[in-house]
C-alpha cells in the first residue's frame, strides 16, 4: 500500500472513530496555530496535553485527534476533530479561552460532509513531525 493510500485510510479510520467509540459524531473542528515558532510535534503534544487539562478540570471530558503539520514557515500547526460531554458553544468557548493566550484558533462545528478527517490526514507521515496522536491518549 502506497502512501497517499495509507493516508486516505487512516482519514477514513480518524472519521468513523467517534462513533464507534462514542455512539456519537464530532462535535468540533479545530485549527491551532502559535504566537511562538513551534518545530516539534513534542511541542504540540505539550499544548495540546495542557488544553486537555484545562477542559477536564473544567468537569468536562474531550477526545478524537490532533494533527501537527508544517505551515509555509516550516512552523508546526495542528488541526483537531474532537468529540466531549459539551454543547458545542461550550466546547468552543473552552477552546478559545484557553487557546487565546497561545496562538490563534478557528473552531467550527463538525459537518460529516466536509471531509476534514480526509484532509488532515493528506501530509500524514510525510517527514518529520507530521504525526498523529488521539487526544485521549495525551
Not at 455512539?23 to 485549527?31: A, F, G, H, K, M
Not at 491551532?32 to 468537569?59: A, M, P
Not at 509555509?72 to 461550550?90: A, D, K, T, W, Y
Not at 484557553?98 to 493528506?122: A, H
Request: a negative charge; glycine letters at 8%; hydrophobic letters at 35%.
Amino acid at each position: 500500500m502506497g502512501l497517499e493510500q495509507y493516508n486516505l485510510e487512516l482519514g477514513l479510520w480518524f472519521k468513523n472513530y467517534s462513533i464507534e467509540t462514542y455512539d456519537r459524531d464530532y462535535s468540533l473542528v479545530v485549527d491551532l496555530t502559535y504566537r511562538l515558532s513551534v518545530k516539534h510535534h513534542f511541542q504540540c503534544r505539550k499544548w495540546i496535553s495542557k488544553l486537555k487539562k484545562y477542559i477536564e478540570d473544567n468537569g468536562y471530558e474531550i477526545d478524537g485527534f490532533m494533527v501537527s503539520e508544517y505551515n509555509g514557515e516550516r512552523n508546526l500547526h495542528n488541526h483537531l476533530l474532537v468529540v466531549g460531554n459539551f454543547s458545542n458553544s461550550v466546547g468552543k468557548k473552552l477552546i478559545y479561552n484557553f487557546w487565546n493566550k497561545i496562538g490563534s484558533c478557528l473552531i467550527r462545528d463538525y459537518d460529516d460532509n466536509q471531509g476534514y478527517s480526509i484532509y488532515i490526514s493528506k501530509f500524514l507521515n510525510q517527514g518529520m513531525n507530521n504525526e498523529w496522536e488521539l487526544i485521549s491518549n495525551l
